[in-house]
């Protein structure tokens, strides 16, 4: 798959957003006034900033409205109402926390429900996709609410419990990996299956359809980024997990947080773009190319 | 609405036969044009005079080479265009409604002014059926020229999708699969009519006919070849003489 940076961008900063409202929402001893608006600003910058990179893709985002009709159906309208709600619960929540300094508990476990729901709904996007196997399992859910919960504590100042989660996602993150080196070929697909030719021999692309690549090519064939993805794979480890508990173990203080926040961030993008560049769409047996 | 229909009333699709498609593109280009000029947002091209031209379409014809030891290798040209799944992935996952599936006869379809181009149908298709136009941003896709095959202005013989009228082999064939008399019916049945990516459980509408069994020869050889004189291998005659003379002389250019 095509690595856009808009949904990059979104599903790692949106993801750390919600996983931080989820931990403010559960807290039973929130941050209050300057503080709590110091927090949440940080939490709410990074949910709506994420969800606004992503309408960046988006052919006619001035339609963007209309997403919010189908959630009988579609991931993508669920993520769209989980989101506002979640945003909306929450903002009740934090502005009862930063103005009047009162603790509304309830209103804060439905926010952080819903933030961790958007959450869910996310991974689904890609989850449900039976044409790419390496998104199309529960893990990928389970992936994605890891790394929200992780990312969140490291951002809420939860020193110890983000040392713990940022091994669980580590973990995690290997499994994922190593499930989905075999999808592909576990769920069977290939180029026989394809054009319902297997019966006859095997099959070989000779000639496109065109003489150059199309939408379908650069959308869904990305065979040039994967030459360095086990690198990739160990740069993103070190940055996301390795880097930030080394960080946290030597020091408790705002520069090393600080550091090691973002080289978790810049590990998460790194996983977010071997996410898409690594995933092999159907479309691709087509061409000859996954 | 993105729920599918449980059933429809027609199911309409097309018939490609395998073993008759010639691999000409003639569906690709009338195809190209009809859906240019008319149903929704034109098939736009980028750059389509330089390097690297592109152009959303509807149908494309991929060519295969099928190889199976012992025999010879045979070309299958390979038309593909949307497959109107009864069970269509790419409708459940729009998140606007703009992209359904008709109760009466089973086309799927986008509304263009509800698409936002997020293009989350085209990922949940496997077969590539769908093609975010690059310059209107909104998702095209066959319509099974739902503009044609009602079309009480065209005459009756060509109230069939575009790729159908023109394919000159015969290759297309158009009707309805729920009708167990109709043509596409018969002929996916006869030849053994298969679905692409079964394992899928996409259900498509539309079937491929299978390239049919090649015959063989069971001779050594031609039976003409003992009829066909040698070839010469020295050329001979004044034209020979002439070519044997001039090499004496020097001045060639050196061959390969």
């Known amino acids: 798959?095509?690595?856009?940076?808009?949904?990059?961008?979104?599903?790692?900063?949106?993801?750390?957003?919600?996983?931080?409202?989820?931990?403010?929402?559960?807290?039973?001893?929130?941050?209050?006034?300057?503080?709590?608006?110091?927090?949440?600003?940080?939490?709410?910058?990074?949910?709506?900033?994420?969800?606004?990179?992503?309408?960046?893709?988006?052919?006619?985002?001035?339609?963007?409205?209309?997403?919010?009709?189908?959630?009988?159906?579609?991931?993508?309208?669920?993520?769209?109402?989980?989101?506002?709600?979640?945003?909306?619960?929450?903002?009740?929540?934090?502005?009862?926390?930063?103005?009047?300094?009162?603790?509304?508990?309830?209103?804060?476990?439905?926010?952080?429900?819903?933030?961790?729901?958007?959450?869910?709904?996310?991974?689904?996007?890609?989850?449900?996709?039976?044409?790419?196997?390496?998104?199309?399992?529960?893990?990928?859910?389970?992936?994605?609410?890891?790394?929200?919960?992780?990312?969140?504590?490291?951002?809420?100042?939860?020193?110890?419990?983000?040392?713990?989660?940022?091994?669980?996602?580590?973990?995690?993150?290997?499994?994922?990996?190593?499930?989905?080196?075999?999808?592909?070929?576990?769920?069977?697909?290939?180029?026989?299956?394809?054009?319902?030719?297997?019966?006859?021999?095997?099959?070989?692309?000779?000639?496109?359809?065109?003489?150059?690549?199309?939408?379908?090519?650069?959308?869904?064939?990305?065979?040039?980024?994967?030459?360095?993805?086990?690198?990739?794979?160990?740069?993103?480890?070190?940055?996301?997990?390795?880097?930030?508990?080394?960080?946290?173990?030597?020091?408790?203080?705002?520069?090393?947080?600080?550091?090691?926040?973002l080289s978790h961030v810049a590990g998460v993008a790194t996983s977010r773009w071997l996410f898409f560049a690594e995933a092999e769409h159907t479309v691709g047996l087509y061409y000859g190319m996954r | 609405m993105t729920t599918l229909p449980q059933s429809t009333e027609k199911k309409l699709g097309l018939v490609i036969d395998l073993d008759t498609c010639v691999g000409c593109h003639a569906c690709v280009i009338s195809c190209k044009g009809w859906n240019t000029e008319n149903y929704g947002a034109p098939l736009s091209d980028q750059n389509p005079y330089g390097d690297e031209p592109m152009g959303t379409f509807l149908n494309r014809v991929h060519s295969y080479e099928v190889t199976s030891p012992g025999e010879t290798a045979k070309t299958v040209h390979f038309p593909k265009s949307c497959l109107h799944c009864e069970n269509a992935p790419c409708v459940t996952v729009c998140p606007t409604g703009a992209s359904y599936k008709r109760q009466e006869d089973g086309i799927v379809l986008v509304n263009e002014k509800d698409c936002i181009g997020c293009g989350l149908c085209a990922w949940a298709c496997p077969y590539g059926a769908r093609e975010l136009d690059q310059a209107e941003g909104v998702m095209k896709k066959c319509t099974l020229c739902v503009d044609r095959i009602y079309n009480e202005n065209l005459p009756e013989v060509d109230r069939t999708p575009a790729c159908v009228r023109t394919c000159p082999a015969g290759a297309r064939h158009f009707g309805d699969f729920a009708d167990p008399e109709s043509n596409v019916s018969k002929l996916t049945a006869e030849r053994g009519g298969m679905d692409l990516m079964p394992e899928l459980n996409t259900a498509p509408v539309n079937k491929y006919l299978p390239p049919r069994p090649k015959d063989t020869w069971d001779f050594e050889e031609s039976v003409l070849a003992p009829f066909l004189a040698p070839v010469a291998e020295e050329t001979t005659g004044f034209l020979g003489w002439l070519d044997k003379q001039l090499s004496k002389l020097p001045g060639d250019k050196e061959t390969n």
């Open chain 1, 1 to 261: 798959m095509h690595p856009a940076p808009s949904v990059i961008i979104f599903t790692t900063l949106s993801g750390i957003g919600f996983g931080m409202l989820a931990w403010l929402g559960i807290d039973a001893t929130p941050p209050q006034g300057w503080v709590a608006f110091a927090f949440f600003f940080i939490a709410y910058a990074l949910a709506v900033g994420g969800l606004i990179s992503s309408t960046f893709h988006l052919g006619h985002p001035e339609r963007a409205l209309k997403a919010f009709t189908q959630w009988r159906t579609s991931w993508l309208s669920r993520e769209g109402v989980c989101a506002v709600a979640g945003l909306c619960v929450i903002g009740l929540y934090a502005a009862a926390l930063i103005f009047l300094g009162t603790h509304l508990p309830i209103l804060g476990w439905i926010g952080a429900a819903l933030s961790l729901l958007t959450v869910f709904t996310t991974s689904m996007i890609y989850g449900q996709l039976a044409t790419i196997p390496r998104w199309n399992t529960p893990l990928t859910s389970v992936l994605y609410l890891a790394y929200a919960l992780t990312g969140g504590a490291l951002l809420t100042g939860r020193v110890s419990i983000a040392i713990t989660l940022l091994l669980v996602t580590t973990a995690v993150q290997i499994m994922w990996w190593l499930r989905g080196d075999k999808a592909f070929a576990d769920r069977g697909s290939s180029l026989e299956t394809a054009t319902g030719l297997g019966n006859l021999g095997t099959v070989r692309s000779v000639a496109h359809p065109h003489t150059s690549p199309n939408y379908l090519m650069k959308e869904f064939i990305h065979v040039v980024g994967r030459k360095h993805a086990q690198k990739l794979r160990i740069i993103s480890l070190i940055l996301m997990a390795g880097l930030p508990i080394l960080l946290l173990s030597i020091h408790v203080g705002h520069i090393f947080a600080l550091l090691a926040v």
